[in-house]
């Protein structure tokens, strides 16, 4: 599995509207075969960070990614909103999604 984790910077007068512009981007990527999950979240220490996680089943898979119509229109608009260069995480992990977290677990009633 490609495990992929981005930083992106937005700029601050369009904090507001980010995840609304990635929602097409995002929807297209989720639908894509090898694409094993798609995920925004907010930072907490920076309110114009969005931190993007998501992984491909292959390297195959990643590749037809970058490849897609929806990828390239989402790298042409986004050089207008982003306020400095995303920072990437880019690994190959063995296992095929998330699996649950062996420190800790739900107490029973």
Do not use: C
């Amino acid at each position: 599995m490609i495990l992929i984790v981005v930083k992106f910077t937005v700029r601050p007068e369009r904090t507001d509207e980010w995840l609304t512009l990635v929602d097409e981007f995002t929807t297209a990527t989720r639908g894509e075969p090898g694409n094993v999950f798609f995920e925004w979240s907010k930072s907490v220490e920076n309110p114009n960070e969005f931190v993007l996680v998501e992984a491909f089943e292959s390297p195959e898979a990643g590749e037809r990614h970058v490849k897609s119509e929806h990828f390239t229109t989402a790298m042409s608009w986004m050089p207008d909103v982003i306020a400095e260069t995303p920072k990437i995480v880019n690994v190959e992990t063995p296992g095929t999604g998330w699996g649950e977290m062996a420190e800790l677990a739900v107490r029973a009633d």
